[in-house]
Structure formats: structure tokens, C-alpha cells
């Protein structure tokens, strides 16, 4: 078994929503799922708000990682948030994971970033003990908040 990383093409986004949608299954919100094909083209290959590196084994897709910058104002650096890392079910245990995040952790060093952060379901234990491995730490102290597409039209209307 070869594995490779490579970063990704517009070609891959038939790959990309494919794995999403495997993550989402795993994660039990498949049904929030509303990423399409030319969605993923849009933000992430034109817009360039995010960008995916791809794993493969044997030249053939089992794992992503999307990413994006964020900024410390205390730091004065840049960061990369992981918004998503996943290997499929039948895959892991082959440190494909890792080595994504490796790479992410050499991406993120070239960059000159500060920090990398991600976050993790509380109820996903496999995912907490291979990051707290790693040499992660969660930040109990603090609570992440989120608005919906909703919320953000109400506040703006302010």
C-alpha cells in the first residue's frame, strides 16, 4: 500500500463532496449536507475560501482535509482552522490520518502560523484520543458559537 498526499484540483470535487458526505454519515448530520458540486467549485477553486488536500492510497482517494486561515490578534499571526479531516471507515488505522495532519502541520510551518485549531463532536472519543495523541489539547475554557444563515441575515438587518 502507497499512500501520497497531493493538494487538490477541481477535478477532485466530485472526491471532495463525496467524502464530506462520508463524514457526515459518521458523524450523524448527513441531513445537513446541502454542499453541491458547484458550490465546492465556487468557494473553494474560485473564491479560494478553503482549500482540501487529498489522500491517497495506491492513487486512489480515501481521505481529505479542508482547511482555511484564520488570524491571532494576540499572536499577530496567521492560523489554519481544520474544518474537516476524515479517512474512510475501512481505511484507518493505517495512519492516514496522521500523515494528513502532518502535512497540514508542514503547511501551516511554511506559512508561519501560529496555531492550528480544529473542532471535535464531544461524543467522538476514537477522534479526541488520536488528537490528544498527537499532542493536541482541548480548550475547555472555551465555548464555540455559531449563527445560522438565518441569524446572520437578522443581525445584519440591524
Given at each position: 500500500?502507497?499512500?501520497?498526499?497531493?493538494?487538490?484540483?477541481?477535478?477532485?470535487?466530485?472526491?471532495?463532496?463525496?467524502?464530506?458526505?462520508?463524514?457526515?454519515?459518521?458523524?450523524?448530520?448527513?441531513?445537513?449536507?446541502?454542499?453541491?458540486?458547484?458550490?465546492?467549485?465556487?468557494?473553494?477553486?474560485?473564491?479560494?475560501?478553503?482549500?482540501?488536500?487529498?489522500?491517497?492510497?495506491?492513487?486512489?482517494?480515501?481521505?481529505?482535509?479542508?482547511?482555511?486561515?484564520?488570524?491571532s490578534t494576540f499572536l499577530s499571526?496567521?492560523?489554519?482552522?481544520?474544518?474537516?479531516?476524515?479517512?474512510?471507515?475501512?481505511?484507518?488505522?493505517?495512519?492516514?490520518?496522521?500523515?494528513?495532519?502532518?502535512?497540514?502541520?508542514r503547511i501551516a510551518k511554511e506559512?508561519?502560523?501560529?496555531?492550528?485549531?480544529?473542532?471535535?463532536?464531544?461524543?467522538?472519543?476514537?477522534?479526541?484520543?488520536?488528537?490528544?495523541?498527537?499532542?493536541?489539547?482541548?480548550?475547555?475554557?472555551?465555548?464555540?458559537?455559531?449563527?445560522?444563515?438565518?441569524?446572520?441575515?437578522d443581525l445584519a438587518a440591524l
Amino acid at each position: 500500500m502507497f499512500f501520497t498526499i497531493r493538494k487538490a484540483t477541481e477535478n477532485d470535487i466530485p472526491t471532495i463532496l463525496h467524502l464530506i458526505t462520508q463524514l457526515a454519515i459518521y458523524e450523524k448530520l448527513e441531513h445537513e449536507v446541502v454542499a453541491t458540486e458547484e458550490t465546492l467549485k465556487q468557494t473553494i477553486f474560485v473564491q479560494n475560501y478553503a482549500e482540501v488536500i487529498i489522500g491517497e492510497e495506491d492513487g486512489q482517494p480515501v481521505g481529505f482535509a479542508l482547511f482555511f486561515h484564520n488570524y491571532s490578534t494576540f499572536l499577530s499571526k496567521p492560523g489554519i482552522y481544520l474544518e474537516d479531516l476524515f479517512v474512510e471507515v475501512e481505511h484507518r488505522g493505517k495512519g492516514y490520518g496522521k500523515k494528513l495532519l502532518a502535512e497540514l502541520a508542514r503547511i501551516a510551518k511554511e506559512r508561519n502560523c501560529g496555531r492550528l485549531e480544529w473542532s471535535v463532536l464531544n461524543w467522538n472519543t476514537p477522534s479526541i484520543e488520536f488528537y490528544k495523541s498527537l499532542g493536541a489539547k482541548p480548550m475547555d475554557e472555551w465555548t464555540v458559537y455559531r449563527m445560522t444563515e438565518q441569524e446572520i441575515n437578522d443581525l445584519a438587518a440591524l
